[in-house]
């Protein structure tokens, strides 16, 4: 059984930043592509980032484009997510997932099978 543990997330003014971490238990963690999704109130669950297992292929929704960094360290079995430059718009319950295999870097949430408990963020303007 996997398990991934969130953590990181708040409350913040807009440009600010934050950083998400999710550790995850189980050696598949080194064998797995890695993503970060998020759901804002009254919308549905988008993609917006994926690192691939050694982190060769990444991948980012265009909203987020040049503000945040997906990264993992494969030794301490945890992914982050560094989001720099926030928008009152990035408000979300974010989550992290681990994907069904790897290489893909898949954007669709259909391809991940194991999923964090969610981390609110919410960014004032």
């Known amino acids: 059984q996997v398990q991934l543990v969130q953590s990181g997330g708040g409350l913040v003014q807009a440009g600010g930043s934050l950083r998400l971490s999710c550790a995850a238990s189980g050696r598949t963690f080194e064998r797995a592509d890695m993503g970060w999704f998020r759901q804002a109130p009254g919308k549905e669950r988008e993609f917006v980032a994926a690192?691939?297992?050694?982190?060769?292929?990444?991948r980012y929704t265009d909203a987020v484009k040049g503000r945040f960094t997906i990264s993992r360290d494969n030794a301490k079995n945890t992914v982050y997510l560094q989001m720099n430059s926030l928008k009152p718009e990035d408000t979300a319950v974010y989550y992290c997932a681990r994907a069904r295999g790897y290489g893909l870097v898949s954007v669709s949430e259909d391809t991940y099978d194991y999923w964090g408990q969610g981390t609110q963020v919410t960014v004032s303007s």
């Open positions: 690192i691939s297992w050694n982190g060769a292929i990444i």
